[in-house]
Protein backbone atom coordinates (compact mmCIF):
# COMPACT_ATOMS: atom_id res chain seq x y z
CA UNK A 1 0.00 0.00 0.00
CA UNK A 2 1.51 3.15 -1.18
CA UNK A 3 2.34 5.83 1.67
CA UNK A 4 -1.01 8.16 0.11
CA UNK A 5 -3.57 5.21 0.38
CA UNK A 6 -2.10 4.87 4.16
CA UNK A 7 -2.88 8.92 5.02
CA UNK A 8 -6.05 8.43 3.21
CA UNK A 9 -6.89 5.79 5.52
CA UNK A 10 -5.44 7.22 8.42
CA UNK A 11 -7.76 10.30 7.66
CA UNK A 12 -10.92 8.45 7.94
CA UNK A 13 -10.08 6.45 11.39
CA UNK A 14 -9.38 10.13 12.10
CA UNK A 15 -12.95 11.59 11.52
CA UNK A 16 -14.40 8.57 13.51
CA UNK A 17 -12.86 10.16 16.24
CA UNK A 18 -15.23 11.10 19.34
CA UNK A 19 -14.08 14.62 20.97
CA UNK A 20 -12.92 14.56 24.12
CA UNK A 21 -16.15 13.98 26.04
CA UNK A 22 -17.97 16.19 28.10
CA UNK A 23 -16.07 18.93 26.40
CA UNK A 24 -16.98 21.43 23.75
CA UNK A 25 -14.22 20.17 21.65
CA UNK A 26 -15.48 19.76 17.23
CA UNK A 27 -14.32 16.44 15.52
CA UNK A 28 -12.81 16.43 12.61
CA UNK A 29 -13.57 17.40 9.41
CA UNK A 30 -10.63 16.15 7.07
CA UNK A 31 -11.14 16.57 3.41
CA UNK A 32 -8.42 19.96 1.90
CA UNK A 33 -7.19 18.92 -1.55
CA UNK A 34 -4.34 21.25 -1.22
CA UNK A 35 -1.22 20.92 1.44
CA UNK A 36 -2.55 20.91 4.88
CA UNK A 37 -1.94 19.57 8.60
CA UNK A 38 -3.23 16.15 9.42
CA UNK A 39 -5.92 15.25 9.39
CA UNK A 40 -7.39 18.24 7.38
CA UNK A 41 -4.90 17.80 5.22
CA UNK A 42 -2.55 14.93 3.59
CA UNK A 43 0.11 16.64 5.48
CA UNK A 44 2.18 16.74 2.53
CA UNK A 45 3.55 19.87 0.59
CA UNK A 46 3.30 18.04 -2.63
CA UNK A 47 0.66 15.18 -2.31
CA UNK A 48 1.25 13.41 -6.07
CA UNK A 49 5.12 13.68 -5.86
CA UNK A 50 6.28 13.43 -2.40
CA UNK A 51 5.92 9.63 -1.27
CA UNK A 52 8.49 9.25 0.97
CA UNK A 53 9.32 11.87 3.77
CA UNK A 54 12.07 11.71 6.10
CA UNK A 55 10.36 14.12 8.42
CA UNK A 56 7.55 14.12 10.31
CA UNK A 57 6.15 17.51 12.07
CA UNK A 58 3.74 16.83 14.83
CA UNK A 59 1.90 20.14 16.13
CA UNK A 60 -0.87 20.32 19.23
CA UNK A 61 -3.87 20.34 17.25
CA UNK A 62 -5.57 22.33 14.11
CA UNK A 63 -6.78 25.05 15.38
CA UNK A 64 -10.09 26.50 15.20
CA UNK A 65 -13.23 26.08 13.92
CA UNK A 66 -12.92 29.59 12.11
CA UNK A 67 -9.63 29.23 10.80
CA UNK A 68 -10.78 25.49 9.44
CA UNK A 69 -13.65 27.74 7.50
CA UNK A 70 -11.46 30.12 6.26
CA UNK A 71 -9.03 27.79 4.34
CA UNK A 72 -12.12 25.66 3.06
CA UNK A 73 -12.38 27.66 -0.42
CA UNK A 74 -8.52 27.62 -0.88
CA UNK A 75 -8.55 23.55 0.16
CA UNK A 76 -4.93 24.88 1.42
CA UNK A 77 -2.83 26.29 4.37
CA UNK A 78 0.34 26.42 2.89
CA UNK A 79 0.00 30.30 2.93
CA UNK A 80 -0.34 30.60 6.02
CA UNK A 81 2.32 31.36 8.88
CA UNK A 82 2.58 28.00 10.24
CA UNK A 83 3.20 26.45 7.24
CA UNK A 84 5.56 29.31 5.62
CA UNK A 85 7.85 29.70 8.87
CA UNK A 86 8.49 25.45 8.99
CA UNK A 87 9.14 25.40 5.16
CA UNK A 88 11.62 28.61 5.76
CA UNK A 89 12.87 26.77 8.59
CA UNK A 90 13.77 23.92 7.23
CA UNK A 91 15.50 25.00 4.31
CA UNK A 92 17.85 27.00 6.61
CA UNK A 93 18.41 23.42 8.37
CA UNK A 94 19.58 22.12 5.00
CA UNK A 95 16.34 19.65 4.47
CA UNK A 96 13.70 19.79 1.82
CA UNK A 97 10.38 21.01 3.28
CA UNK A 98 9.12 18.41 0.79
CA UNK A 99 10.20 15.46 2.64
CA UNK A 100 7.93 16.66 5.98
CA UNK A 101 5.00 15.26 6.94
CA UNK A 102 3.12 17.59 9.00
CA UNK A 103 0.27 16.12 11.82
CA UNK A 104 -1.02 16.42 14.83
CA UNK A 105 -1.21 14.99 18.22
CA UNK A 106 -4.92 15.63 18.74
CA UNK A 107 -7.32 15.07 16.42
CA UNK A 108 -10.43 17.55 16.18
CA UNK A 109 -11.27 21.56 16.12
CA UNK A 110 -11.28 24.30 18.85
CA UNK A 111 -14.60 25.77 18.64
CA UNK A 112 -15.02 29.46 17.73
CA UNK A 113 -11.84 32.09 16.55
CA UNK A 114 -9.81 31.54 19.22
CA UNK A 115 -6.54 29.55 17.64
CA UNK A 116 -4.70 28.72 20.54
CA UNK A 117 -5.13 27.36 23.70
CA UNK A 118 -5.17 24.31 25.32
CA UNK A 119 -6.74 21.40 23.68
CA UNK A 120 -7.01 18.79 26.41
CA UNK A 121 -8.90 20.43 29.87
CA UNK A 122 -8.98 16.77 31.75
CA UNK A 123 -7.65 13.82 30.55
CA UNK A 124 -9.84 11.62 28.42
CA UNK A 125 -8.23 8.41 28.24
CA UNK A 126 -9.83 6.89 25.45
CA UNK A 127 -10.03 9.87 23.21
CA UNK A 128 -5.90 10.40 24.49
CA UNK A 129 -5.83 6.40 23.38
CA UNK A 130 -7.33 6.72 19.78
CA UNK A 131 -5.04 9.94 19.29
CA UNK A 132 -1.73 7.95 20.22
CA UNK A 133 -2.87 4.93 18.30
CA UNK A 134 -2.82 6.82 15.12
CA UNK A 135 0.35 9.16 15.92
CA UNK A 136 1.61 5.57 16.50
CA UNK A 137 0.81 4.20 12.92
CA UNK A 138 2.04 7.28 11.25
CA UNK A 139 5.37 6.65 12.95
CA UNK A 140 5.43 3.16 12.28
CA UNK A 141 4.76 3.26 8.56
CA UNK A 142 7.15 6.52 7.85
CA UNK A 143 9.75 5.64 9.72
CA UNK A 144 11.52 9.33 9.97
CA UNK A 145 15.26 10.23 10.46
CA UNK A 146 13.74 13.17 13.16
CA UNK A 147 10.84 13.70 14.66
CA UNK A 148 9.92 17.80 15.04
CA UNK A 149 7.38 18.55 17.51
CA UNK A 150 5.89 21.86 17.59
CA UNK A 151 5.50 23.77 20.94
CA UNK A 152 6.40 23.19 24.72
CA UNK A 153 2.57 21.37 24.95
CA UNK A 154 3.36 18.30 22.36
CA UNK A 155 7.53 17.85 24.16
CA UNK A 156 5.46 18.27 27.25
CA UNK A 157 3.75 14.74 26.42
CA UNK A 158 6.42 12.98 23.88
CA UNK A 159 6.97 10.72 26.72
CA UNK A 160 4.15 8.94 25.65
CA UNK A 161 5.37 7.99 22.61
CA UNK A 162 9.21 7.74 23.25
CA UNK A 163 9.88 6.91 27.23
CA UNK A 164 13.68 8.89 26.66
CA UNK A 165 12.07 12.32 26.54
CA UNK A 166 10.31 11.62 30.56
CA UNK A 167 12.15 14.74 31.15
CA UNK A 168 10.67 16.53 29.16
CA UNK A 169 7.18 15.43 30.81
CA UNK A 170 4.78 18.54 31.70
CA UNK A 171 7.18 20.80 30.49
CA UNK A 172 5.66 24.31 31.12
CA UNK A 173 7.83 26.53 29.08
CA UNK A 174 11.09 26.04 27.23
CA UNK A 175 13.29 26.36 29.89
CA UNK A 176 11.88 23.07 31.43
CA UNK A 177 13.12 21.37 28.25
CA UNK A 178 16.06 23.11 27.09
CA UNK A 179 17.67 22.97 30.91
CA UNK A 180 16.34 19.01 31.26
CA UNK A 181 19.08 16.30 31.36
CA UNK A 182 17.43 15.74 28.06
CA UNK A 183 18.22 19.36 26.16
CA UNK A 184 16.56 20.40 23.14
CA UNK A 185 16.90 17.42 21.51
CA UNK A 186 16.94 13.22 21.61
CA UNK A 187 19.02 11.27 19.12
CA UNK A 188 18.67 7.27 18.44
CA UNK A 189 15.68 7.32 20.80
CA UNK A 190 13.20 4.70 20.53
CA UNK A 191 9.50 4.81 19.35
CA UNK A 192 8.52 0.76 21.15
CA UNK A 193 5.25 0.90 20.58
CA UNK A 194 6.35 1.57 16.35
CA UNK A 195 9.33 -0.31 16.75
CA UNK A 196 11.63 2.86 15.32
CA UNK A 197 14.62 4.72 16.46
CA UNK A 198 14.59 7.98 15.24
CA UNK A 199 15.77 12.18 16.65
CA UNK A 200 13.91 13.86 17.82
CA UNK A 201 14.02 17.76 18.57
CA UNK A 202 11.68 20.36 20.18
CA UNK A 203 10.66 23.39 18.16
CA UNK A 204 9.19 27.07 19.04
CA UNK A 205 6.18 26.78 17.45
CA UNK A 206 6.23 28.41 13.71
CA UNK A 207 3.62 30.23 13.82
CA UNK A 208 5.77 32.25 16.38
CA UNK A 209 8.60 32.36 13.30
CA UNK A 210 12.10 33.34 14.42
CA UNK A 211 10.44 36.10 16.63
CA UNK A 212 11.50 34.08 20.36
CA UNK A 213 14.61 32.38 18.85
CA UNK A 214 16.87 34.63 20.75
CA UNK A 215 15.56 34.51 23.93
CA UNK A 216 15.19 30.76 23.86
CA UNK A 217 19.15 30.13 23.39
CA UNK A 218 19.78 32.00 26.41
CA UNK A 219 18.07 28.83 28.32
CA UNK A 220 20.36 26.66 26.46
CA UNK A 221 24.01 25.39 28.12
CA UNK A 222 25.04 25.59 24.40
CA UNK A 223 23.22 28.22 22.28
CA UNK A 224 22.27 26.49 19.07
CA UNK A 225 20.26 28.11 16.88
CA UNK A 226 16.65 25.56 15.99
CA UNK A 227 18.32 25.18 12.20
CA UNK A 228 21.27 23.80 13.68
CA UNK A 229 19.48 21.41 15.93
CA UNK A 230 18.01 20.25 12.66
CA UNK A 231 20.71 20.00 10.72
CA UNK A 232 22.03 17.75 13.80
CA UNK A 233 19.36 15.65 13.87
CA UNK A 234 19.38 14.83 10.13
CA UNK A 235 22.62 14.09 9.55
Known amino acids: ?74 GREDDKATWRNLDALLLQAGSN ?60 RAHGLIPALTPWRGAKGWIDIDQSTVGHSAHDVEVPAAGVRTNVVALLHPSFGAANQSRRMKNMRVPVTEAEIIRAAMA
Not at 136 to 145: C, D, M, R
Open 97 to 156: PAQCFRTNWFVGLLPGSKQTGRFLRKPDHDYEQACLSLLLKQIQEIKPTAILLLGPEVAG
Open 1 to 74: MSLLASIARWQEESLAIAPPSGTDRLPAVGGLPGPAFFPEGFGLSHVVRNDHPTIIAIGHNFGCQKYRNEIQSA
